[in-house]
Structure formats: C-alpha cells, structure tokens
C-alpha cells in the first residue's frame, strides 16, 4: 500500500500527461493568486528593498502569514541570489518542517523537487549545484560550515523560526552574525568575496532582543490575518490528558459543526496511543454520522504519511490532526477550526552537577499556549479547548528557557571547536549559557578524548564533529573499528536513534512482551536490539512476521536507512563497516561504554545500582531485558526522570572494563 502511495505521488510529479499551455497558465495564474493573497505579500516590495539596503533584517509576522515560503521566493525574484552571487539557504529547527516547505515552494514554482528548490535534513539530502533556494536543518547549516567556513555558497542565510531558540539556532546566531563580519572585512580589503545578508524570522514579539544581538537590524512587522478564537479552560486539573482529549475530541466531532481539529500532544507515543484510540471509537460511530479521521504528525513520521495531514479530509468526514509541537509555528495546517491543547511538551532538560540529561513532560509556556491557540483562527473565528485550569495557565512561564540554558552542551561545543571557535566561553552568545554547563561540556569532550587537555579538538574530536550524530555516539561509532565489531555497533546505533522499533498497544502488553521474548539477550537490551535486526533479515521483513512480533516496521527501516548513511560515513573515515566480532559479544559492550561510561551504575549490596558519575540511585525501566536481574554494573543510553530516575537501553557491563573505556576519566576520579 506504501509503494503504492508512493507511485501515486511520484506520478502526481511527474506530469505523465504532457500539460497543454492553456492548462499551464491556468494553474501559474491559481498560485500567483493563491501567494498574492497572504498577507505578506502586501509588504513584498518594502521587504525586498530592506533586504537589499541592510545587511540584516528581522522579520516578526504572524504563523501562517507566508513568511517561511515566500520570503525566500522574494529575495529570489529580486535576483539578490544567483549562481555567481550565491544561494538562499533557509534553516529551520525541524527536518520535517524542512521537507514540506521545500516540497511546497518547489510546488508553488512549477519546479522539481531538489533542482531550484531543495532540502537537505540529517541522513536526506535533496538537493543540487542548481538549489537557489534550500531549506535545511539548523543542524545541517552548522555542519556546513566545517567544510565552507565562511559559508560561501550563500549570499542570503535566512534564520527561521527564531522564536524557538533551538540550541543550534542559538549557535547559528552567532557564527553567521561572525562571518558576515569576516567576509565584509574580507571585501573592504579588495578581496572577490559577496557580503553575506542574514534575515530572522520570528513568529512572536521578541524581535528586538534579535535587533539588539544584530547590531540594531531594522524590524519589519507583517501583519497577520487572524480570527477571534474562544478559550476554553476545564474546571478541574485533569489527571490523565490522554482521557481528557479524547473525551474532547469527541465532544467537539459530536457537537459542534464542520471544520477540522488539531490537537497538540507531547510526543510520538502519545500521539500513536491517541490515533489507535481514536480510529477505534471513529468505528463506533452511527453510520448517519460525519466520520472522523486521525491523522498523526510528529518528526520522525514519513514523508508520504505526513501528507495526508495537508490533503483535505474527504466528503463527510472530519479530520482530527495529533501533532508534536511541529505544528505551533512550523507548519501550517490549512482548515483547522478547533484546537485541542494538552498544556504539555516534552523539553530537553540538563543538570550540569550531575550531568544527566532528561527529556521531561513540562508545562507549556504561555507563549506556547497562545501560538497554540492561533491555530484555530487562520481562516476564519474558531474554538480553543485548553485540559488546564485557567489557575493553571496564569502560572505558566511567560517563555520557554532557550535550550541553550537548560541542555548538555558537549555536542555544541564540540561543534564550535571544529568551526575553529577555540574559547567556547566568550562566544557570541545571544543567551549565555551557565559557566558551570560550559565547564562541564568542555570535560567530558575532555573524557571522551574529542579535546586534549589544553582544549583544542584531537583527531579523534575532529572525526565525532564530523558524524551527524551526538558526541558520544560519534565516539562509539569510531571505535568499533578498533574494537572490531562495526557491523554490529553501527547495526544497534542506528536502531537505536529511532524512537522504538517495539509496539506496544496498551491492552496488548503482556502478549507482546511475551511474542518479543524469544529475542531476549541475556547480556540486554543492545544485544537484544541486535537479535531482533537479525530475525527481521532472516524472515527478509515480512509484514506477517513483525505483526506477530509486534515489532514497529516503519521504524526499522527509517533506522535500516540510517544504518546506509552511517556505513557510508564510516567507509569515508577508512572504518570497515563490514568488521565483526561474531560471538565475542563483549566487545560490542566494551565498545559502547568508550562512549557512555558516565552512563553506568554499579550494583550496591542493597541491590540497587548506584551512577558512576553522580551516584544517584537508578532504577531499569520496567521495558527494559535487565529489568529485575542483578549484575555487577550496567550501562545505559537513557536516563528518563518520572518519579524515579529510570534508564532504558540497559546493558550488563564489568566494573573492570571501566578503566579502559575511559582512562582520562576514571584516573581523574581516583585524584
Ligand atoms: P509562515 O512562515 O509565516 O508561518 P508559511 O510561509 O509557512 O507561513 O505558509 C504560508 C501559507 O502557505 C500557509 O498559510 C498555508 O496556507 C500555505 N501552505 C504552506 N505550506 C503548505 C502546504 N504544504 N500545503 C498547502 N498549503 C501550504
Ligand atoms: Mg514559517
């Protein structure tokens, strides 16, 4: 069904039937139509000139005003980009915002996807030496620059969603604003070198703290066209949102007349309970009533799945859209009249002390709430249900913290390092980080080997800045060479960057663990992923066969996809991807603590295991293949903090093995 849709939308692009003028001209004339009624297209001359006087420009406008896709068509038009000149490269927090925006300009253009317009996102690269106008990840800009430091390929870098202050965006702040500098002094010195523009966009009203960062650039407004939307808060605080927006949702489909709902949840697996759940009472409803249709979005979604969230529901139903944060300022979704907002989000957390990382269930800021809500009036008045008390909502924080403030920055300052910012301490920072989280990043690059002791990046530093991946999963990647056992390292890597390749339906939980546990390896869950990869080869992916398993088939293959990208890196850096350790299995462990020993506990004589780094007590996620068994030490790749810090990924280890993992670390420790 899968390839099917994907022929579909293959042909759909393709234009098979040869299109006769009169058609063509017909559908240039929709578009201009359609681009001519955003709202920023009233300002498109007075942005064009701004652009074209200053070397930088903030933009605040509206979420669904046109920003993101016209701008960089403007500037293009204008012909301020051009082969000789430069690109337009537009960076956004997200790689699925990144695919549809270039999918969408390339539609609003008549052009193929990945000529003139193109995207490049982690492990995807659709793009060409044609791309004029490409829109990429924040991370994929940052990786640029270590290999065109000055970013010559670009005459315009277009800083997008600036609002959301991601910690990659915060870094780009500063390094683009550093060799826009660099490469007008470069000019004024004769040199043949194009001044670089920078545009910020922003979606909420904090665009003069960008002003003030760039020097006072000058800030244009756009005005938005939005709709009065009604808020509802409950009377009650609601113990399980799950409940709460379900029983929502189909309040609204019962009761209230036509439009669609979008709903904001806090991640994948909300979000895929929600749609079963969902689709499951759709069924139930009389055959007299309108349908109902669930339509999940969230990041690591794919492509083909992810368009169904823009194709209008068809006749007599009503889509109900479950969405990450993805859809606050990133995406707009056309015809939503009702929103739905949890009032959570899950946010990157950071204790420098004891380093550990977290990804937490937070209240939303208030900021947050409003884009939220605006959601709802796009294109004409609508209804925002919020599942919190309006007490609730009067103590939320005014912003989110930016990630910079609250995050492991070991893979930022890695990254700065190799873009040749030797002293990460007095960067250009919008926000400055804490001294103590900077500290703390720049030793444990130190523990991983990526620094040597007088803080400049190693050969070995230099490589992990070049995988797309964290520092220490760069690490053990590299490492496996040395360990000989770099198909299964990369193998277990990969399946490990997708959410889970498990699925588990809440009524279903013992009959999946029970079908799953026969892949169980004693040693745990990175072995155990390895079983499972190995089973899915034998049974060559039956559908049948991961059904019976329970066993997620999208993500195995996003994470076989990965594993392609990953073996490429590693045969680029002379590591044979094909290296393995057979039955010695230990060396795979081995191999995986040279990047995560700050990540192992010890068992204590009360039975619990104690954190090397921060001795704290951590407990093994119920999910887990160590859960219940008593080894000497463990290993893990994740630590979630509920009631309880709780890790997942867990591995049986040898407390001998430490030293060797990490000489500099645990020789530090005895001193
Ligand atoms: P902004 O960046 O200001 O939030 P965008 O440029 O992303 O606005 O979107 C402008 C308009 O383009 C949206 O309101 C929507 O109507 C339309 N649009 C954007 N992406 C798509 C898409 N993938 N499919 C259909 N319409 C889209
Ligand atoms: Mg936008």
Avoid at 70 to 89: H, K, R
Avoid at 127 to 139: A, M
Avoid at 148 to 173: G, N, P, Q, S, W
Avoid at 588 to 612: E, H, I, M, W
Wanted: charged content about 25%.
């Amino acid at each position: 069904q899968q390839q099917q849709k994907d022929q579909k939308f293959h042909a759909a692009n393709a234009t098979t039937v040869p299109l006769d003028r009169a058609t063509m001209k017909q559908m240039r004339k929709e578009m201009l139509d359609f681009r001519q009624q955003l709202p920023i297209y009233s300002g498109r001359d007075a942005i064009i000139q701004s652009i074209q006087d200053s070397p930088t420009v903030i933009v605040m406008g509206e979420t669904g005003s046109g920003k993101t896709t016209q701008i960089p068509q403007f500037i293009l038009e204008a012909g301020m980009a051009s082969y000789n000149a430069g690109a337009i490269a537009v960076t956004q927090p997200r790689r699925v915002a990144a695919v549809n925006l270039a999918k969408r300009v390339a539609e609003e253009t008549f052009t193929t996807l990945g000529k003139r317009v193109g995207y490049t996102v982690r492990f995807d690269d659709t793009s060409s030496d044609e791309t004029l106008i490409k829109y990429l990840t924040d991370g994929m800009l940052l990786r640029e620059i270590l290999s065109d430091e000055l970013l010559l390929r670009y005459k315009v870098i277009v800083l997008d969603e600036a609002h959301e202050r991601t910690l990659r965006t915060d870094m780009l702040f500063g390094m683009v604003k550093k060799i826009q500098k660099i490469r007008k002094e470069k000019r004024s010195n004769g040199e043949d070198i194009e001044e670089l523009k920078i545009v910020v966009m922003s979606a909420t009203l904090d665009a003069e703290k960008f002003s003030e960062f760039f020097d006072g650039a000058k800030i244009l407004y756009v005005s938005g066209r939005l709709f009065p939307v009604d808020s509802y808060f409950t009377q009650e605080p609601q113990a399980d949102y799950l409940d709460a927006s379900l029983v929502t949702i189909f309040q609204i489909h019962v009761k209230n007349p036509k439009g669609d709902i979008l709903m904001f949840l806090p991640g994948q697996d909300a979000i895929e309970t929600l749609t079963t759940l969902v689709n499951e009472y759709a069924s139930q409803l009389r055959p007299s009533q309108q349908r109902l249709l669930a339509c999940p979005l969230f990041a690591a979604l794919p492509p083909s799945q992810q368009q169904k969230v823009f194709d209008p529901a068809p006749v007599n139903t009503r889509k109900i859209i479950l969405a990450t944060n993805i859809a606050e300022t990133s995406i707009t979704i056309p015809g939503i009249k009702y929103v739905i907002d949890c009032g959570l989000a899950k946010l990157r957390g950071f204790n420098p002390k004891i380093g550990v990382e977290s990804l937490l269930l937070h209240p939303i800021s208030k900021s947050s709430a409003w884009q939220r809500t605006g959601r709802a009036g796009r294109e004409a008045a609508g209804v925002c249900y919020r599942l919190y008390t309006e007490d609730a909502f009067r103590e939320l924080d005014d912003d989110t913290v930016p990630e910079i403030r609250r995050c492991n920055l070991a893979a930022a300052v890695l990254s700065l390092k190799a873009s040749g910012i030797d002293n990460v301490l007095e960067f250009d920072y919008m926000d400055r980080p804490s001294r103590a989280s900077l500290i703390r990043a720049l030793e444990e690059l130190y523990a991983l080997g990526a620094i040597d002791d007088k803080g400049h990046l190693s050969e070995l530093g230099k490589k992990m800045s070049e995988f797309p991946l964290d520092p220490t999963f760069a690490k053990v990647i590299i490492q496996s060479g040395e360990y000989g056992c770099s198909l299964e390292v990369i193998a277990i890597v990969s399946l490990l960057s997708v959410d889970s390749i498990f699925f588990t339906p809440s009524d279903k939980r013992e009959q999946a663990t029970e079908s799953r546990r026969k892949f169980i390896h004693p040693d745990g869950d990175h072995l155990t992923l390895l079983n499972v990869l190995k089973a899915y080869w034998e049974v060559k992916g039956d559908v049948g066969w991961c059904k019976e398993h329970f066993i997620n088939i999208r993500n195995v293959k996003i994470a076989l996809e990965i594993r392609d990208q990953l073996i490429r890196f590693c045969e680029r850096i002379d590591i044979n991807p094909a290296a393995t350790c057979g039955t010695d299995t230990d060396q795979v462990l081995k191999c995986f603590l040279t990047g995560f020993f700050q990540n192992s506990a010890l068992l204590q004589p009360d039975g619990s295991y104690k954190s090397v780094a921060g001795s704290q007590t951590v407990k093994i996620h119920p999910g887990s293949a160590m859960f219940g068994k008593r080894v000497e030490g463990i290993m893990y790749n994740e630590l979630v903090f509920t009631t309880k810090h709780y890790v997942r990924s867990v591995s049986s280890i040898q407390s001998a093995w430490l030293p060797a993992a990490a000489p500099k670390y645990f020789n530090n420790m005895k001193n």
